[in-house]
């Protein structure tokens, strides 16, 4: 019997194909921002404004260690997507085994080092004495609970990989549901505190890890047997060389960013909460993009296991499109309407003022995030994670060298500028490597222009 859910990109209209793939994706992408975001509005309005900082301070280290398993999960999950788009499925089933083998032990020694160098790390950030108490008391709980995050963000991408979009998105939804109803309990009727939302937080993360891994177990293709956990050496040496590149650009670019955190922080608290509700908008914002990022890794990925590599360039074109709206709209919002949403996040009045000098900045040149994404997505599905990797290095090297030079001029617009040029650097990179991978491909039979006007019969 057919599984519906499954999405065989190899086959049919690619603007088709996408879209049926990117609307779930992005509402499960989506209801995740829009849930941290009420979650972080939650502790603000229910806790204060010192609270919301201490939360959003944690932003940097949590992107930091969670980034590094989503980046070796999307890694990973390359790989199983090219075996399914090749119709390989014994080596498939191999890579799923292996994949939950690497995932196991990377969840015991990034939840151990986490812990431990918590208070270090804060204090490396020069997180402010009055915030230190509740980040630790929301960092522990967290990263206790960080099994979980890794348990569905590895489900989440075989699913990706497969082509199952709808499962991660009916997760989201329940776990979205859950966290929200703890969070507004825990903190207006219990009165926890930071904890609460913590608390919270892992409840729902391990509800959506449940309704995916279900859903895993279901899939005859990646049912698993002992056999196929008994892997050679040969299968884990391609899952880390491909995961540890993704993870590796995650975590360096995070590093770039708590860079930034740590000389935001050494303005004082409002420096600190106003980048914390920008950093919050700018994640929200970059949502739909990300999510034609993950699309094309996907889409990329089967092609490029099935060796369809005219496919790959119209799905570039289908991806680019979903940015480019994206981009027209939610910029348009942080060049317009910058007070208005400085408002719904803080309340102290200079606060409002720093997310207001920030958010017209990056609104005008989200559009090189949003390009970003996609021609990263398709290096990376196309096997090559290591130039995303050193475009991550280019990118904390251009925000560490904006901010140190800037802040002490223009204040926290050279945080937003630190953005700007990052983004700019890592896209001419990722696209002059696309560029190179994808047209010595096409040279032989389909010309050498990737936007190239073509007839296809579907």
């Given at each position: 019997m057919e599984d519906k859910k499954i999405i065989d990109f190899t086959q049919?209209?690619?603007?088709?194909?996408?879209?049926?793939?990117?609307?779930?994706l992005f509402f499960t992408s989506l209801l995740q921002q829009v849930y941290n975001f009420v979650d972080v509005l939650i502790v603000g309005k229910g806790l204060g404004d010192s609270a919301f900082a201490s939360v959003g301070n944690m932003s940097s280290l949590f992107f930091l260690i969670v980034g590094f398993s989503f980046g070796l999960a999307n890694g990973f999950g390359v790989l199983i997507a090219q075996s399914f788009g090749a119709k390989r499925y014994d080596e498939l089933r191999h890579r799923v085994a292996g994949t939950i083998q690497l995932a196991c032990v990377m969840a015991v020694l990034l939840t151990t080092v986490s812990i431990v160098f918590l208070p270090n790390a804060l204090r490396?950030?020069?997180?402010?004495?009055?915030?230190?108490?509740?980040?630790?008391?929301?960092?522990?709980?967290?990263?206790?609970?960080?099994?979980t995050s890794i348990c569905y963000n590895i489900s989440a991408a075989i699913l990706r990989a497969l082509g199952d979009s709808k499962t991660p998105l009916k997760a989201i939804i329940t776990s979205s549901i859950i966290n929200l109803a703890l969070d507004s309990l825990f903190i207006f009727v219990f009165r926890m505190g930071v904890e609460g939302a913590a608390i919270a937080t892992v409840i729902s993360q391990v509800v959506s890890s449940i309704v995916c891994i279900r859903r895993i177990r279901q899939i005859e293709l990646i049912r698993l047997h002992r056999d196929d956990f008994k892997n050679e050496k040969r299968v884990y040496t391609e899952l880390f060389g491909n995961g540890l590149p993704n993870a590796f650009m995650n975590s360096i670019t995070a590093i770039g960013c708590m860079v930034v955190q740590f000389f935001i922080n050494g303005y004082g608290v409002a420096y600190t909460t106003a980048y914390s509700a920008c950093s919050?908008?700018?994640?929200?914002?970059?949502?739909?993009?990300?999510?034609?990022?993950?699309?094309?890794?996907a889409y990329s990925s089967q092609n490029y296991g099935a060796r369809e590599y005219g496919r790959i360039?119209?799905?570039?074109?289908?991806?680019?499109?979903?940015?480019?709206?994206a981009y027209l709209v939610l910029g348009s919002l942080m060049v317009f309407m910058p007070e208005f949403l400085a408002k719904i996040l803080v309340d102290g009045e200079e606060s409002i003022r720093l997310v207001s000098q920030f958010l017209p900045i990056c609104g005008v040149s989200i559009i090189a995030v949003d390009f970003l994404f996609v021609f990263r997505s398709g290096v990376q599905g196309m096997g090559n994670p290591v130039v995303p990797m050193w475009s991550g290095a280019l990118e904390m090297v251009l925000r560490i060298t904006v901010i140190t030079t800037l802040i002490g001029k223009i204040g926290i617009r050279a945080a937003a500028l630190a953005e700007v040029s990052a983004w700019t650097g890592a896209l001419i990179v990722n696209v002059i490597t696309f560029c190179r991978i994808l047209l010595p491909k096409l040279s032989n039979n389909e010309g050498f222009l990737i936007f190239k006007k073509k007839r296809r019969i579907y």
């Open positions: 049919g209209n690619p603007a088709n194909l996408i879209i049926r793939f990117y609307i779930p490396l950030l020069r997180t402010d004495e009055a915030l230190m108490a509740n980040c630790l008391k929301y960092g522990y709980i967290i990263f206790a609970g960080l099994f919050k908008y700018l994640n929200l914002f970059m949502n739909p993009a990300s999510t034609a990022g993950n699309a094309m890794s360039r119209d799905g570039l074109k289908v991806c680019l499109s979903i940015a480019l709206a």
